[in-house]
């Protein structure tokens, strides 16, 4: 699917890995440059669900994610079901990563296949913001937050 | 053995020059305000810390800096893995010094980044943050909660342990009206809101030029 929609990101020079992950924590689909760790994608999901999470109830409806360290670049936009992750090496500007997925993701959204995979996959409605998945730091920021 | 302790009886630092000169394989637990913290030893020399969400000498320093808090020594205890390579004496000092000196410019840097970052067009709210998400100085948007931000900074640092780096030059959110920059400097996490007119690249280029003319 990644490959399907995709593809100019997929040949970009500097991409190392897209993932779709379903807000449930399943992975849906998942691309990778020849040196680049699958591994990552599995632990990174339960981390973005708990930032946009808190930052829900900021009613900012904040949608996209960039954090540029000193090895790259991750981009992570939001969806209704879904979150998209591009892992990038700094050198690929994040205004075309922006713009590959805006052209791209209303056709992904709305594709059958997409919602083929969605249906199929078990809901099992975790809640990744209570204790079970929080550290002992981030527990006591909830404390703070008051969401627990 | 286990030998446990306050740290406001034993400092960290003496607990770590004892470990080191005495050669001892060791585990070293520091726990101070829900954090928790761990030193490993052997061969007369740190060789692995971890205080989340900080690894190697970051983890050190971060657990230098602890006023107060209790500590457990585990002896015979190997390191799971091993992050730290300069020798503990340069450690314990360099840390010590640069605890010292962000003790004395705390109090004013703040003020300075809000002066001269809200000069920039576009810029709307600067907050800056302790890590805990307590606002020491600035002002942010009401609906934004301190401590979720400080939350969101530690995620992403703990999105960044997955690609063995620690050091995350600024993240930022984007809605449909605005920016908001997160950025580490020192002690602190600098929250920044703007309008969606600026060029990423271009402040945050200014925005690094101002902090490093202050540190």
Known sequence: MIKEFFKDLTQLDGVEGIALISKDNRMIDSWEAPNFDPKIFNEIGINYYQIFGVLEKSERDYH???IQHEKGQIYTRQFQELFLLVIARMKVDTAFIRLSVNVVVPDLVHSKKLQKILKKMPREGRNYLTRNYLDET??????????? | MVLVGNLKDLRLANIIQINCIERNVAKVTVSSHNRQGYLYFADGQIV?????????????????SLADGKFKVEAGVQAPTLTIKRPWNSIVLDSLREIDEKNQQ?????????ALLSEYKGVKNIGVLDFSGKLIEGKLSEELNTHSLSFVWYKIKKIL????????????????WSYLFIIEFQASVIIIETDLSIFVNDFVRYVSRILKGIS
């Open chain 2, 161 to 176: 342990t997955l690609f063995y780096t620690e050091n995350f030059r600024y993240a930022y959110l984007r809605n449909h």
């Open chain 1, 138 to 148: 981030e527990q006591a920021y909830f404390k703070k937050i008051k969401l627990t």
């Open chain 2, 106 to 114: 705390s109090t004013s840097i703040p003020k300075q980044v809000i």
């Open chain 2, 48 to 64: 692995h810390a971890e205080l989340s969400p900080y690894i190697g000498e970051k983890a050190v320093r971060e657990m230098l």
């Open chain 1, 64 to 66: 996209e994610l960039v």
